[in-house]
């Protein structure tokens, strides 16, 4: 069984975005089977493939976001700042041989159900109109 499962209340109704977030929650759990494992390399890869998609998916919201003229988007996009920093503190502790996995994948799951449920579903209605009236 997954150590996160996915819940329908996750998604914000945007496809592609869901989908996305699917895909971070997918990695937690390889990060959760690699802890496990006590794999160390392992743990390491998946941290990083996280950092990376998590970047490239905060740029594809924001864009979205600022094509659909949101009125919030720079306070999305400094809740977005804010946690890269986090990650990158974690890529610190990582590389200074610090084992913070389990507390990584603890702050991964808990700011990302906060910030979908709230921040990205805040700009749900404003992005889905943009998308639809193309
Ligand atoms: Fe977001």
């Keep these: 069984m997954a150590y996160w499962a996915w819940d329908s209340s996750y ?8 989908n996305q977030h699917k895909r971070i929650v997918q990695y937690i ?18 941290f990083l493939n996280i950092a990376d998609y998590t970047l490239s998916h905060f740029s594809f919201e924001e864009k979205l976001m600022r094509e659909a003229g949101y009125h919030m ?5 400094s809740t977005h700042e804010a946690f890269i920093s ?15 996995t389990g507390q ?16 990205d579903k805040d700009y749900k209605e404003c992005v889905q109109k943009m998308l639809f009236s193309k």
């Design 73 to 77: 988007f720079a306070e999305h996009k």
């Design 11 to 18: 998604d914000i109704g945007i496809e592609e975005i869901d």
């Design 29 to 46: 759990n390889e990060l959760h089977g690699a802890l496990v494992l006590n794999d160390k390399d392992a743990v390491k890869d998946i």
């Design 104 to 119: 990584l994948m603890a702050e991964l799951q808990i700011w990302l159900t906060h910030h979908i449920l709230h921040e």
């Design 86 to 100: 986090t990650i990158g503190k974690y890529k610190f502790a990582f590389d200074a041989g610090r084992d913070i």
